[in-house]
Every structure is written in C-alpha cells, then in structure tokens.
C-alpha cells in the first residue's frame, strides 16, 4: 500500500516522500524570488525558480506516482493516507484535486443579467475580480445546485458539482437561447484546465511562500480572485475552497497542471482524495446534490441562507421559496449533523422523543472511528416532536441507534442583512458558515473585552498596591519625625 507523508529535510524544508520515489528532490533547491504585480492581474509565478519536482507527465500520472488510487471515472479516490489528511483540515493544509467538478464559462453582453435572473444572489452586484455562492432553482424552487460564480472583465466561470452539470447547462443553454439579443453563450471549459484546491488553518502561508506578505488575496473577501502566471500559463485564484474552512481554489491551464500540483506538494501539503474530501463535507454540512439538494428539500431547510439575496427582486424559484416559507424565510425542517454509536445510512429514519422528525441523507465513518451523518429534521410544525427542541447535543435515535444531533459549521439559517443587525446588505460575497464565522467574531470580541478588562482589574490592584504602600511609608515617615 502507497503511504505518502512528510518528512522535514535536514535544511529544515519539507519533503514529499514517498514509496515511489521522486527522480530527484522535492525540495525547493533555487530561492523563492517574491513575485511581482504587474496591475491588479498579471503576476508571473514562473519567475519564482522553483525547481519543480522530477515527476514527467499530466496531473494524473505525477499524482498516480504520489501514491493516488482512482475510480472509473479518473477521480483520484484516496492517497491512503486519510487520518493524516483529515487532521490537516484543523492543523495544517491540504492539497485536493477538485478537476472533475465542472468549470462554465458565461460569456456575452447579456451574461450578468441572465444569471441575475437565474439565481438567488444579487449577481449584478459583483465587480470584476469578485465572486458569490448562488443557488439554480427549479421554479418549484428546488435547488439544483449550490454554484460558484466568479466574475471577470468579458466573462463569467461556475464552479459546479459534478452531478448537477448537466441539468444546470441544460438550464443555462435554454435560458440563454430565449434571450434574444443578449449573445450570451454557455461553454464547458472542464477540459481545458485543473482546479485544484488548498484547505486548512496553514493554506495562507503556502501562498505567503510564493507571493510574499503584500499578497492580494490574504485576508480578501470570499470569492476574491486574481490571474497569476505559471510557466506562461494563466492561473486564477480564489478566495475560498468549498467548505467552511480556509483555503483557496487554484484554476490552471491544462498544460501546467501536473507541474502546479508537484511544486504545491512540494512545499508541504498532505494529499487528500475523494474519499477523505466526502466524509470532510459531510462533517461541515455542505448539501450536495441530490443527497441533500432536490425536489424534496428547499435549500433554505439546507442552510443555504448565505447564497439568497432577499432584497434583489425576481428570480426563478422566488415565488415557491416565498409560498413557502414566507418574506423571513422560516422554515419547518432543517439540515443537521448527527454523531452516531453505530454506523447509519442514508434513509435510515431520525426519531426524537418518539415521533419521526426525519432521515438522514448522507452518512460516512470518519478515520478515526467516528460515525457521522447529516440529515432533515423537522424543528417546528406539524412533524415536529412536541415538547422536545432541534439543538447540538439533543439525543435522537437513528433506526436502532442512539445518537446526537451536531451542529454544521456550513449553514447559515437567516439572511445576511438580519444576521448583521439589519445593516443594508447585499449577501455578495458572504462565505458558507457565515453564522459561525459571526458567532466566532463576537466570541473573540467577548474574549477580546474580558481580556481588557482582566488587565485593566490588575493595573488596578497594583496600583492601588503601590498607593497603599506609599501611603504607609508616609505614615512610617512622619511617625519617625514625630519622634524626634
């Protein structure tokens, strides 16, 4: 069995090791150059000097070497190394291949104003160089995805699950052909280019190591994006990685992604597959298609709150949204982890206080024996379990076994201008888990004035320490002059 891991060589740099060998080292043996921005998107990565690891060929033979198994399809499953993979998600960065998700490619005068009316984000709100999460509804209002739109000067790219490919071109070419006038043309350009994707706490320093501190995206809204170059090859990078996490998602020219793969995991990333990037999904809670996106669900009871501008007028979809959940978008079921003693599967039956709230949907056993799922329960209405209340921790069975339901760092369950305190805003560019990140913001701002305040109480007290010594030092003086 392949493993792959790293190694620190003795220079203090990492080295991708392996049961295939490299031809030569994975270390880095030229001295990265900081890069040069040439305007807001020309920067040449090619002018690094990276020595790129001595692996020949595409992005799946450098992978296969690195110890990659595949499926039918060519989607690189495992590296088998999935405990080492996961973990990095909280501690490290991960290095994935996501090429088999399709890459759509907008174009034409008319190609913002379509995809406004299309979708539920206020896509028209969207500068160059910027980018959105959005839902592509049925007009019963189903979701058939959960979309990417990144959008540059002539053109706009979607980023799509791969099993919502085909129903969303088929959407997107018949609405483009009934809009006379517009020229807009809906194109396939998965072929033509990788994406690859960074994910973890560690993705901003791989991009420090090549761009330097003054790199643009660090620390950038959600969806930001710019153009490198890479061996004359155009890059586009962006500003998220398709769960709630950071990271970054990398989309490169064919010709230059087994080179861009090799000279990423060269520089420390653990490699992650298909496999470990599912069971990642399902802990976050991100919906996919068909499991938890369909005809039976609304992506609101999804938590998909994030991806919904309420405020931006007509789309498909909107009226059976409001028919159904009204102008605050209430709903009556909602998406939730579960943390189970036993294997559950999809389908099996969620009871809480004895009444059937729901079912789980997807399900999975992490590396390190944990079994977890996700699945709709009902939180108020006629299905709800009466007296008992949807929260993280709350005991419910599924099937025969016990379990608890978790809380999916993924959802947001309100809308953003609401989450905000009412502030007039848009929802563009609101990253998934927008409600955690919020929570964790006015949780460190608590920790954050408990701090001050902590430290303020000890200035106090030394001072008032201080006072009370001189005081009595004065005292002990004028006694003493008083004497004589």
Not at 97 to 105: F, G, I, M, N
Not at 185 to 200: E, F, I, K, N, W
């Amino acid at each position: 069995r392949n493993s792959t891991c790293i190694r620190p060589l003795s220079t203090g740099r990492p080295r991708l090791m392996s049961k295939i060998e490299h031809r030569s080292s994975c270390s880095l043996v030229s001295k990265l150059q900081r890069l040069q921005t040439v305007g807001a998107t020309a920067i040449d990565l090619s002018s690094l000097g990276l020595d790129v690891p001595d692996i020949d060929g595409d992005l799946k033979s450098v992978m296969t070497e690195l110890g990659a198994t595949f499926d039918d399809d060519g989607v690189p499953r495992t590296f088998n190394n999935a405990r080492q993979a996961v973990d990095a998600l909280s501690s490290g960065v991960v290095l994935l291949d996501r090429s088999h998700w399709a890459r759509l490619r907008v174009t034409g005068k008319g190609a913002l104003p379509l995809l406004q009316r299309l979708t539920t984000n206020n896509i028209q709100a969207l500068k160059p160089g910027s980018g959105c999460d959005t839902l592509l509804l049925t007009p019963g209002g189903a979701a058939l995805d959960l979309i990417t739109v990144l959008v540059a000067g002539s053109f706009a790219m979607l980023l799509v699950h791969p099993a919502a490919v085909g129903a969303v071109m088929a959407a997107l070419r018949e609405a483009a052909a009934t809009a006379e006038g517009e020229g807009v043309q809906v194109q396939d350009v998965s072929a033509r280019c990788c994406m690859l994707t960074l994910l973890g706490p560690e993705s901003d320093n791989i991009l420090k190591e090549l761009g330097g501190d003054s790199f643009a995206l660090i620390g950038a809204q959600y969806g930001t994006h710019t153009l490198f170059k890479f061996r004359d090859a155009p890059v586009m990078v962006v500003v998220g990685c398709g769960l709630a996490a950071p990271g970054y998602t990398l989309i490169a020219d064919e010709s230059v992604a087994g080179e861009l793969y090799s000279v990423l995991a060269s520089k420390g990333c653990i490699l992650m597959g298909e496999d470990e990037w599912e069971c990642a999904r399902i802990v976050d809670g991100r919906p996919a298609p068909v499991s938890e996106l369909g005809e039976q669900y609304s992506p609101l009871e999804a938590g998909l709150y994030h991806a919904v501008s309420e405020g931006k007028g007509d789309f498909v979809g909107r009226a059976a949204l409001l028919e159904r959940h009204g102008e605050l978008g209430r709903t009556e079921r909602e998406l939730w982890g579960i943390q189970a003693e036993a294997p559950v599967w999809p389908g099996d039956a969620i009871t809480l206080n004895g009444v059937t709230a729901g079912a789980v949907t997807s399900s999975t056993t992490t590396p390190a024996g944990t079994h977890v799922a996700l699945g709709y329960v009902a939180v108020r209405g006629a299905q709800a379990a009466p007296g008992a209340q949807a929260a993280e921790g709350t005991a419910v069975m599924v099937g025969s076994v016990p379990a608890t339901l978790a809380a999916i760092p993924f959802a947001s369950r309100t809308f953003l201008s609401e989450l905000m305190g009412g502030l007039s805003v848009s929802g563009v560019g609101a990253a998934p888990g927008a409600m955690a990140m919020v929570k964790r913001a006015e949780e460190a701002r608590e920790k954050a004035l408990a701090e001050a305040a902590a430290a303020e109480a000890e200035k106090q007290a030394k001072l008032k320490e201080m006072q009370d010594r001189l005081a009595s030092w004065q005292a002990q003086q004028l006694g003493t002059t008083g004497g004589l």
